[in-house]
């Protein structure tokens, strides 16, 4: 049994005051989550939500990490960095990191290496765009991410990574992918692990779905087998739809 993992993905939203408020508000509806719950903030607002989540059952997670130890990487955050601040997990490879920052699989991987050597527990992101999807590249798109992110990683450091399935056309538009569509992606996708890494690491991994997940379509979604929980990016913005999303993850 895996267990399931919903985190929150706050892109650039959120001020320090802001952040207060909403993981003040957050933390007593979460209280009895069956499931890992992660807010992945902004890294300006790191050591704040780890201050406030201390003690609690959410934990903090950030965005990024350079995939130096430290040195002349101006606008980069090192995994040092992050941790002392209070962050246990960190997204790699966002397609908006993808997108608009010029990350790839290459660079994706360099920073999953990173992130592996210091304890960072990280949500490695892949997904296909719409013209991909409608193409019938689906799955040659994601293999060939999740290869490339784990490039060089060893199984031990493979069974303690998350991937998120998140659909390209399904960021931040309302278009969900179908729980039929997820599902089987997701499966697709521990295909892929499983011939990197053999069963039991596949089997153990957990593989969350994200894009325009929400209060109203969890249930469907979590409803399948291949689903480990969800990546929330609009939706984590408030106490009130996460947590219904938290509540439903068991
Ligand atoms: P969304 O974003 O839930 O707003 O679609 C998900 C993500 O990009 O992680």
Not at 22 to 36: G, M, R, W
Request: glycine letters at 10%; one cysteine or more; a negative charge.
């Amino acid at each position: 049994m895996r267990k399931p993992i919903i985190a929150g993905n706050w892109k650039m939203n959120k001020t320090a005051a802001e952040c207060r408020a909403l993981i003040t508000e957050l933390l007593p509806k979460v209280a009895n989550a069956k499931c890992d719950v992660v807010v992945c903030v902004p890294f300006t607002d790191i050591a704040l939500a780890a201050e406030l989540t201390a003690g609690s059952n959410v934990v903090v997670g950030a965005q990024n990490v350079a995939w130096a130890d430290s040195g002349a990487f101006t606008g980069e955050i090192s995994a040092d960095m992050l941790k002392e601040a209070g962050a246990t997990y960190v997204i790699l490879g966002h397609s908006e990191r993808r997108q608009y920052f010029g990350e790839t699989d290459a660079s994706v991987n360099k920073r999953l290496v990173q992130a592996l050597k210091n304890d960072l527990k990280p949500i490695v992101c892949v997904g296909e765009l719409l013209a991909e999807r409608e193409g019938g590249k689906t799955e040659e798109v994601c293999k060939r991410q999740v290869e490339g992110a784990f490039d060089g990683i060893s199984a031990a450091d493979a069974a303690k990574t998350v991937i998120a399935y998140e659909p390209v056309w399904a960021i931040g538009t309302g278009k969900t992918a179908t729980d039929e569509q997820a599902d089987e992606t997701i499966g697709y996708i521990r295909s892929v692990v499983k011939a990197l890494y053999g069963d039991a690491v596949a089997d153990g991994m957990r593989i969350q779905y994200g894009g325009s997940m929400n209060a109203k379509n969890v249930a469907g979604l979590m409803a399948k087998p291949q689903i480990d929980g969800g990546l929330i990016g609009g939706a984590s913005l408030k106490a009130e739809d996460f947590s219904i999303i938290v509540n439903t993850a068991k």
